[in-house]
């Protein structure tokens, strides 16, 4: 299974972190170490003094396939659900100025809670999905997926020509503006078209 995520897919996030907008994907992949299921709790790692959460929507692959065509793009996910990046911000930033790889900073055990799915079909709208994310009860990130540079169906196009698609792998697609620090004791929680979804305590 593969678990791909998909970073600066919102123009306010680019932003917030003063990164350019990309001008196609940018693609990295957490393993399936990563996922915390259940509403369990995240441990925050000794090796981090700046976790930041990342709200996402996450898509789910149902569909075997490569150099999939935009037109039968939207045949490959069938649910969503709520998905948070853990990233660890410190080891980003020491990452990024050297021009090294991400992957201990975004892929660490249990950087990615993952809530139960819902298919598409039970939601009004699946091409914008509102979500948002909670913490400690106050509102902190509040998403459209109509917002999303780089659309559901431009992922599956993009991702299938370099690695095939199967079915039961994900992709976290991006975080709106608003991400920011946890701390031990927080909680987080998050919805999608206001129904809660996940909650994830931090310990
Ligand atoms: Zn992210």
């Known amino acids: 299974m593969k678990i791909f995520c998909i970073g600066r ?3 306010d996030h680019a932003k917030e972190l003063n990164n350019p907008v990309p ?3 940018m693609v990295f992949m957490k393993p399936p170490t990563a996922l915390v299921v259940n ?3 995240f441990y925050y790692p000794d090796f981090s003094e700046k976790i930041h959460y990342e709200g996402e929507i996450v898509l789910r692959i149902c569909k075997n396939g490569r150099a999939v065509q935009p037109e039968f793009a939207a045949r490959y996910y069938d649910a969503v ?3 948070i ?3 660890a911000r410190d080891l980003q930033e020491k990452l990024k100025g050297k021009g090294h790889p991400w992957e201990i900073a975004k892929g660490f055990d249990r950087s990615g809670p993952l809530s139960k799915w819902v298919p598409l079909s039970e939601l009004n709208n699946p091409q914008d999905i509102h979500f948002q994310l909670k913490k ?5 990130q509040d998403g459209h997926t109509r917002d999303l540079i780089f659309s559901f169906d431009t992922l599956i196009v993009y991702l299938s020509q370099y690695f095939t698609l199967q079915k039961g792998d994900m992709i976290f697609t991006g975080t709106p503006a608003g991400v920011g620090p946890v701390q031990i004791g927080d909680v987080l929680e998050g919805e999608i078209e206001g129904n809660a979804m996940l909650t994830c305590a931090i310990k």
Do not use: Q, R
Not at 136 to 140: F, Q, Y
């Open 23 to 25: 001008s196609e994907p």
């Open 85 to 87: 990046d853990f990233t």
């Open 81 to 83: 659900a709520f998905g």
């Open 9 to 11: 897919n919102y123009i």
């Open 136 to 140: 400690n009860g106050t509102v902190v």
């Open 39 to 41: 509403n369990k709790p």
